[in-house]
């Protein structure tokens, strides 16, 4: 019996995003979208058009340089959101508009104050505006885990007439339990009328942990359409994990009636690259893509490993693309070779100035260390695609003692919109000295809510990348900051945050949540 194809919808980029300090540049957007677009996922949810002139951009900028993959923004039910969709996936050679509306009672009652009868006809309403634009029309009921079930098939049954060709059944607030909410799934399917001509989707959140056993539970039940993240990033507590439901699929071919399209092996890199733009570290012991995720501390594991692998293992390494950080440049390899290689890794830079710029930096890295794998190279260019308009405060000189039983000490140089200023400040270790040297100069009265270190690459020689977290007012953002100097990288991170601080450009939320 062949297998049904599993939809596997990406919202990193949009629902990821929306994670503490975790939003991205339009460069940074455009780099995981090549990236999953290499993956081979089949949609790719790109923002939210309507929540800012950025948001409109990158969408528009994907849409353009994205085509083997469905290139998809989200859209509250008004004609405003979905006339910004429209325009901005208006270039894609596949655009889908995702368009969504509250169903649940309090929902309903407290934020939309809306009869059920004006979301029927409103849901109606947005997907014959979004039929302006594309065939390829996605619904959702926000927080339909918590949805009368007769309002459900209601909703549904109006919108399919209405045009829509996938139907999403978020479990927005992650209240569901797999059992339930595949009933759920099997229940809506069954009641609907021409259910069988729509693709039913589930969005699950992880605030319980079962982000991906409900969505895995409302495949068996009939669901043909996964919302997933890399690394299971979303807000709260996250989203169900592309690479766990992929893999779970793939592994267990004996369970599911269905199979993805994606290149496993670009799983790995797409995971680190998520990470390091973002600022958030995968734990080690993250299912298929954490460090330790194919290490074997017991003894009996590692004879049983050693004797046959699948003693212990039910995946290997390489098909999720652990094998692949090759060395691949050296101090000695031409500006030619590192354009290529960057290429290859799906990154871009605007001009000849910013590719010379990155070259001479990673001339200076080589110099430092001698192999260089594909992780220093994104590492790299996330801090080159800062441009100098957004470099606020840039770092000129930094010197820092640090003596057994004395304070350490660091006198720091800032160019600050063109001027010099120099600090002194003294601190708990030369971390803390170089950050009180920094807000001397900068003045920013920001708080710090993260400061964490990774090591990017194997060895003592390796690059540390620092994440920065720095909340003032409103705004949350993430700083990133690499150098095989760890104080260097430090002060680059907090610098990193201080410029998006300054940055005018403030992200709108919506008003809901999928």
């Given at each position: 019996m062949s297998k049904q194809?599993?939809?596997?919808?990406?919202?990193?980029?949009?629902?990821?995003?929306?994670?503490?300090?975790?939003s991205m540049t339009k460069e940074e957007k455009i780099r995981v979208a090549r990236q999953l677009e290499k993956m081979r996922v089949d949609v790719i949810e790109a923002g939210f058009a309507a929540a800012s002139p950025g948001d409109f951009d990158a969408i528009q900028a994907i849409a353009q340089s994205v085509r083997e993959s469905t290139v998809c923004s989200l859209a509250r039910a008004n004609e405003t959101d979905i006339r910004r969709s429209g325009e901005a996936i208006k270039s894609a050679a596949s655009g889908r508009i995702h368009t969504f509306i509250a169903t649940?009672?309090?929902?309903?009652?407290?934020?939309?104050?809306?009869?059920?009868?004006?979301?029927?006809?409103?849901?109606?309403?947005?997907?014959?505006?979004?039929?302006?634009?594309?065939d390829d029309i996605?619904?959702?009921?926000?927080?339909?885990?918590?949805?009368?079930?007769?309002?459900?098939?209601?909703?549904?049954?109006?919108?399919?007439?209405?045009?829509?060709?996938?139907?999403?059944?978020?479990?927005?607030?992650?209240?569901?339990?797999?059992?339930?909410?595949?009933?759920?799934?099997?229940?809506?399917?069954?009641?609907?009328?021409?259910?069988?001509k729509v693709v039913w989707s589930v969005h699950c959140h992880n605030d319980l942990g079962l982000a991906v056993s409900n969505s895995l539970a409302a495949v068996l039940a009939g669901a043909r359409q996964v919302e997933c993240t890399i690394n299971g990033l979303g807000e709260r507590a996250g989203n169900a994990a592309l690479e766990e439901i992929v893999m779970a699929v793939r592994t267990r071919a004996d369970i599911f009636p269905v199979e993805t399209r994606i290149d496993t092996t670009q799983?790995?890199?797409?995971?680190?690259?998520?990470?390091?733009?973002?600022?958030?570290?995968?734990?080690?012991?993250?299912?298929?893509?954490?460090a330790n995720a194919f290490a074997h501390e017991s003894g009996i594991h590692q004879d049983g490993v050693l004797k046959h692998r699948e003693t212990y293992e039910i995946m290997r390494a390489q098909d999720v693309g652990w094998a692949q950080n090759k060395l691949v440049?050296?101090?000695?390899?031409?500006?030619?070779?590192?354009?290529?290689?960057?290429?290859?890794?799906?990154?871009?830079?605007?001009?000849?100035?910013?590719?010379?710029?990155?070259?001479?930096?990673?001339?200076e890295l080589a110099d430092k260390k001698h192999e260089i794998f594909d992780e220093d190279l994104h590492a790299l260019v996330s801090e080159e695609l800062v441009t100098p308009e957004q470099e606020h405060y840039k770092l000129v000189y930094s010197h820092v003692c640090s003596e057994t039983g004395e304070m350490p000490l660091a006198t720091?140089?800032?160019?600050?919109?063109?001027?010099?200023?120099?600090?002194?400040?003294?601190?708990?270790?030369?971390?803390?000295?170089?950050?009180?040297?920094?807000?001397?100069?900068?003045?920013?009265?920001?708080?710090?809510?993260?400061?964490?270190?990774?090591?990017?690459t194997t060895g003592t020689d390796a690059q540390g990348e620092v994440t920065t977290r720095l909340a003032k007012g409103e705004r949350i953002v993430n700083g990133n900051g690499a150098d095989t100097d760890i104080v260097i990288a430090s002060a680059r991170s907090y610098l990193n945050a201080l410029n998006k601080l300054h940055s005018s450009l403030d992200k709108v939320r919506a008003q809901g949540d999928i």
């Open positions: 194809h599993l939809v596997i919808f990406d919202t990193t980029l949009r629902d990821g995003e929306q994670s503490p300090g975790a649940s009672p309090i929902h309903m009652e407290k934020k939309l104050r809306m009869t059920p009868d004006q979301v029927v006809e409103q849901a109606v309403k947005a997907v014959g505006w979004a039929r302006q634009f594309t996605e619904f959702s009921a926000e927080d339909a885990g918590r949805s009368d079930i007769d309002f459900l098939c209601r909703v549904f049954e109006a919108v399919i007439q209405a045009g829509a060709r996938t139907i999403n059944v978020p479990d927005t607030v992650g209240y569901a339990i797999p059992f339930q909410y595949a009933e759920t799934i099997r229940r809506l399917i069954e009641r609907v009328p021409n259910s069988d799983i790995v890199p797409a995971s680190k690259l998520v990470s390091q733009i973002t600022g958030y570290p995968v734990q080690p012991n993250k299912a298929v893509v954490g440049l050296g101090k000695h390899s031409g500006r030619n070779a590192f354009k290529t290689r960057l290429a290859e890794l799906g990154i871009e830079l605007a001009s000849d100035e910013a590719l010379n710029a990155a070259f001479a930096r990673f001339k720091v140089i800032l160019n600050v919109g063109g001027v010099e200023h120099k600090a002194l400040a003294g601190g708990g270790g030369p971390v803390d000295a170089t950050f009180k040297a920094i807000e001397r100069i900068a003045g920013s009265g920001a708080e710090l809510l993260l400061y964490s270190v990774n090591a990017i």
